[in-house]
């Protein structure tokens, strides 16, 4: 069972979508947006449409949660990790090589040459606008 403060969740086996947010620190917003980006996330819904998560369903948002936040890996990339391990835990995510969750964000390198080459697209832009005057 999980443990957290402000919920009894030893007594409840479906929470929420506001108790999970709360659980988890995040906003509902977020919980919606996740659902849409990742398959992988489907809480069973109610009678009336409310989401309804399990300990499992929170589970994998614990996942996910962990991969953008605390390892800084983008969205596709937590995708591609995900699609590739679905059986990912928590604690397996912790013992994943630098390289693994690495290669899954942008470097700070190829950042700046991208900023570059995009100035460089807009100044040739600008002329090429000034040129048609």
Do not use: C
């Not at 912790?94 to 100044?123: D, K, V, Y």
């Amino acid at each position: 069972m999980l443990e957290y403060s402000g919920v009894d969740m030893k007594k409840q086996t479906e929470y929420k979508i506001g108790e999970v947010a709360t659980l988890l620190g995040i906003n509902t917003s977020v919980l919606r947006f996740w659902e849409k980006e990742f398959p992988w996330i489907v809480p069973k819904r109610t009678e009336k449409k409310h989401r309804v998560y399990t300990d499992e369903s929170i589970r994998k948002v614990r996942v996910i949660q962990t991969l953008l936040y605390d390892k800084g890996m983008t969205i596709e990339g937590a995708k591609k990790l995900l699609a590739n391990t679905p059986d990912i835990t928590i604690d397996s995510i912790h013992f994943l090589g630098e390289e693994s969750t690495q290669m899954q964000r942008p470097a700070e390198g190829n950042m700046t040459a991208i900023i570059e080459e995009l100035e460089e697209l807009r100044s040739m832009l600008s002329f090429s606008q000034h040129e048609r005057k």
